[in-house]
């Protein structure tokens, strides 16, 4: 069964890092672009970032450039994001999910097999 499982969430001050991870069973992730998404309290979802099957191409919302990177290692089957600068409009659920398309999209349609999401809190 395909699934993918976000942790790493948790309560941090502004200026803070966090790292998330997304672990992914039921399919070989080596083949698939994945994406990480966060949706606040009365907003829509929307992209942070996404990488390539490779790991070679990656792209990331305005609003997180220069502060979050993402990554994969393959062998582990999991997607990490890399939080840094944390500010208190960074405070959502985040989402990791899998690309269908595979176009490098921030679009949160064009993907699927969603985790159950970790919370992240940035707060003084």
């Known amino acids: 069964q395909l699934q993918l499982v976000e942790s790493g969430g948790g309560l941090v001050q502004p200026g803070g890092s966090l790292r998330l991870s997304c672990a992914v069973s039921?399919?070989?992730?080596?083949?698939?672009?994945i994406g990480w998404f966060r949706q606040a309290p009365g907003k829509e979802r929307e992209g942070v970032s996404c990488?390539?099957?490779?790991?070679?191409?990656?792209n990331y919302a305005d609003s997180v450039k220069g502060r979050f990177t993402i990554s994969r290692d393959n062998d582990k089957n999991t997607v990490y994001l890399q939080m840094n600068s944390l500010k208190p409009e960074d405070t959502a659920i985040y989402y990791c999910?899998?690309?269908?398309?595979?176009?490098?999209?921030?679009?949160?349609?064009?993907?699927?097999?969603w985790g159950q999401g970790t919370q992240v809190t940035v707060s003084s």
């Open positions: 990488i390539s099957s490779s790991g070679g191409s990656t």
């Open positions: 999910a899998v690309d269908n398309v595979g176009l490098g999209s921030l679009n949160p349609p064009l993907y699927d097999y």
């Open positions: 039921g399919f070989t992730v080596d083949y698939y672009d």
